[in-house]
């Protein structure tokens, strides 16, 4: 079992990070998911009268896109202010303030649930309780980050390194579930079923280094980066960073690597099996190469 580093005791804390500059983070940087939300959501073939929970849910992007396919949505989030953009996003849906190890909904609640980079290594027992709130043969779709250092877009997220060594490793153990297996061990080890790995597509793209910056600023990594080495040197570093890779004529862009698991909780299916295969190959590797 990986082992966890007490997220309750610091759940409260994390609006501290990732809501100060939330509608920075609504506009500049959660739109560039979309990518990975749709797919995710084809997977899993969302659609009309399926109860759907996104935990972790950020500013509600994925819910707004959940709701445009016929779900009717709940969302949870830590940080307080992230989840006041999803409420004006999503002014009919149940979208809570809360902590992911604990959903104040009962059981079998959702047909589907999802959480989009929202469940890390340090926080694996989240995944009992979205088990819980499964019907039997719910459908259970989450991405995590892959294989960082060989993606081509490694220079979007390499400034958060300027955070304080405990904080990097912290960040490295977070994002230990897209390893080879780690994921499906773990997914197994909670009851789920069918688990399937996939590759997501997944890039970032900004108009030009300083917007970059400021859109990477609105982030909770950004946030312990910038405890570490101030706000100016942190948005100084990003863009001299992306100037590197700035295209005559087209938009910076961050392909990272970003793995997806379907899964099922056991029990009779509550809708078509997690069948729906990609409508194109996406780029990017989720096959967890070795690092
Ligand atoms: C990488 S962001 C992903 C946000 C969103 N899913 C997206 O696609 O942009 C991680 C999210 O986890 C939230 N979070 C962190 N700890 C949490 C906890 N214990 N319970 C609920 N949400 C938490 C943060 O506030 C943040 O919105």
Redesign the pocket.
Known sequence: MIETSS??R??QM??EG??RKAVD?ATL??PA?CR??VTIQHRLEVTEGDRLI??????G??IELARAQGASCAG????AR?VAVARDRNPDSDIRV????ELPWPDASFEVAT????IWGT?PT?LAELHRVLVPGGRLGLTVWGHIKVSPGAWALAPFKLASTAKVANQAAMVALGRPGAGEELLAQYGFVDVTRIAVPFAWEFADPETFARALAS??PAYEAIQNVGEDAFLAAAAEGAREVVRDGLPLRARIDVVGYLARKPGSASAPALGRSAAASPSGSASGESR
């Open positions: 997220p309750r610091d759940w994390v609006d990732w809501g983070f940087s959660e998911n990975e939300y996104d935990v972790a849910c950020g500013c992007l994925a949870i989030d830590a940080a992230l809360g902590d992911m190890h959480s989009f980079r929202g926080t989240a982030t909770g």
